[in-house]
């Protein structure tokens, strides 16, 4: 059975009436819009403010601060000798101490003491392996005898130059013997025109002599005749060799007249025996130097063999043994580290002192000078001391402040890092007062800000927010520290940096807690 077709036309709308209904727009298309655009975006926007106005200043960065604790403090007038306070403490010695170093580097051998020995200044503590520093002393020993065989030596030159420059034997014997050359010279030249005169005679009969024989050749052998003219030509010869020695002769006497004049002037000056008394003299200022610096090292190398003994450098007790037989120490070499060369730690055991952590609301009641009783379970009796000084070391965390305490006549079984108990006792005052007590707000000069009318501080709330607290002075404290009278709670957290564009619930964030402010 075949369907009919769909009729599109039924699904058509007359286009007037369309006209007329976009006139008027429809109440459910406007209710549409409102449930999902409008209401949604307020909710979004209410929930944008009261995020903000909850966050606040916690959306904003917070600044970095750091803070104390209000000083509190109980004011009090007791009769002398009465107890204040108690305090915690240990024993040190005093004023710190003493590092037992070694002088040389080297190996510890053995140590010679124990922890808590008494020992003298002197003493050995502890040995180093000497071995190297026994050859080294050995060889500057050797080096020395060189040295000194080398300044006696200089010093034989040294005399010998001396003699010579006092007495130029040698220097008159040269002369003598020029002068001697000189005069025979002279002698030889004033023989000579003799000898001519007589070397012509003899030319002259030589020479007749043959003339005569030569005449009477027949009658006289020729040997003969020979010999005569042998004769002849001897006297020849001899004149003419002594016609030629004269200007010989005479340059002879001139350069022995200049020897003569020479060595005589050279006897006056002694510029050689001179310059040879100076280069002795030189020398043994070297060879002295080098003596004395050889018997420089020879004392070093002592030294450094001494130095292989770790003695003790005062009379005192062993605090404790820094190193072992085997290990290393540095010595003075310039890459030490500041305990590499430290073998034990020493004290005095009459000069201790304890470090007593006292309480912030105590800390005014002490005093310089003012007596102490220290108990420990290590003695029976009361150890008396006295008051040295307050530190700047304030601890946050416990609310203390460390005072030393001097031990006066410590008895011997007390000593560095004992457990005490510090009893404070009231010092000299005016009898006339009776004891009162009150405790007092204090807070450092510095922080308190003056406005109009008023003053305040700045205070970090349980929050981390920057808090204003009006205050109301009470006169002042000691030091830089003025009374509150009005303002603060005890627990409240002053803060002491970073106050610098603070404002009224602005967000802070503490690093770290002030611990000298206002201890002074």
């Known amino acids: 059975m075949l369907k009919s077709p769909l009729d599109l036309s039924q699904l058509a709308l007359e286009r007037d009436s369309t006209n007329a209904a976009s006139n008027k727009p429809p109440l459910k298309n406007k209710k549409r819009w409102l449930s999902r655009y409008a209401l949604p975006l307020a909710i979004l926007i209410g929930f944008a403010v009261l995020l903000a106005s909850a966050a606040g200043d916690r959306l904003m960065p917070a600044r970095s601060v750091t803070i104390m604790p209000v000083i509190v403090k109980r004011a009090e007038m007791q009769q002398a000798g009465s107890t204040l306070f108690q305090s915690p403490g240990w024993i040190e010695p005093r004023p710190t101490a003493i590092s037992v170093a070694a002088m040389a580097p080297g190996v510890i051998e053995e140590l010679m003491v124990v922890a808590g020995q008494i020992v003298n200044k002197g003493e050995p503590i502890a040995r180093l392996i000497c071995v190297d520093a026994e050859l080294a002393l050995l060889q500057t020993k050797n080096a020395l005898a060189i040295r000194e065989g080398e300044l006696n030596r200089a010093k034989a030159e040294l005399s010998a130059a001396r003699v010579r420059l006092d007495n130029p034997v040698q220097l008159r014997v040269q002369l003598a013997d020029a002068q001697s050359n ?48 042998n004769d002849h030509a001897v006297a020849a010869a001899s004149l003419k060799e002594l016609e030629l020695r004269q200007p010989n002769l005479e340059r002879e006497v001139i350069a022995l007249q200049d020897v003569v004049i020479a060595l005589e002037q050279q006897l006056k000056l002694l510029v050689e025996e ?46 404790r043994l820094i190193t072992s037989p085997g290990s290393r120490v540095m010595g003075l070499e310039a890459t030490a580290g500041q305990s590499s060369s430290t073998v034990a730690e020493m004290y005095d055991p009459q000069n201790l002192q304890v470090r007593a952590d006292v309480r912030l609301e105590d800390v005014p009641m002490v005093t310089k000078g003012q007596p102490v009783e220290i108990q420990t379970a290590s003695s029976s009796q009361v150890i008396h001391g006295r008051v040295l000084q307050l530190t700047s070391s304030a601890s946050i965390q416990k609310n203390t402040l460390e005072v ?15 457990l005490v108990t510090a009893t404070f006792l009231a ?20 922080l308190v800000q003056t406005g109009e009318s008023t003053s305040f501080v700045w205070v970090a709330d349980e929050n981390s927010a920057a808090r204003k607290r009006f205050i109301e002075l009470d006169g002042k404290g000691g030091g830089d520290l003025v009374a509150v009278k009005s303002g603060l709670r005890v627990t409240d957290k002053l803060i002491t940096s970073g106050i610098k564009g603070l404002r009224e619930g602005g967000r802070v964030k503490i690093t770290g807690d002030d611990q000298t402010i206002g201890m002074k």
């Open 182 to 229: 000189l005069s025979k010279s002279k002698t030889e030249l004033g023989k000579l025109p003799f000898l001519i005169e007589a070397a012509k005679s003899n030319l002259k009969y030589a020479l007749s002599s043959k003339e005569g024989k030569q005449s009477a050749k027949g009658a006289i052998s020729d040997n003969i005749i020979a010999k005569a003219e």
């Open 274 to 319: 001179k310059r040879q008394l100076g280069e002795a003299e030189a020398k043994v200022q070297s060879a002295e130097a080098y003596r004395d610096e050889a018997k420089l090292q020879v004392r070093q190398a002592e030294l450094m063999l001494e130095r292989c003994t770790v003695r003790a450098p005062m009379d005192g007790r062993i605090l």
């Open 404 to 418: 030393k305490v001097e031990l006066l006549d410590p008895p011997t079984t007390v000593g560095p890092e004992m």
């Open 427 to 446: 010092p000299k005052n005016d009898a006339s007062l009776s004891p009162t007590e009150t405790e007092r707000m204090f807070v450092p000069r510095s």
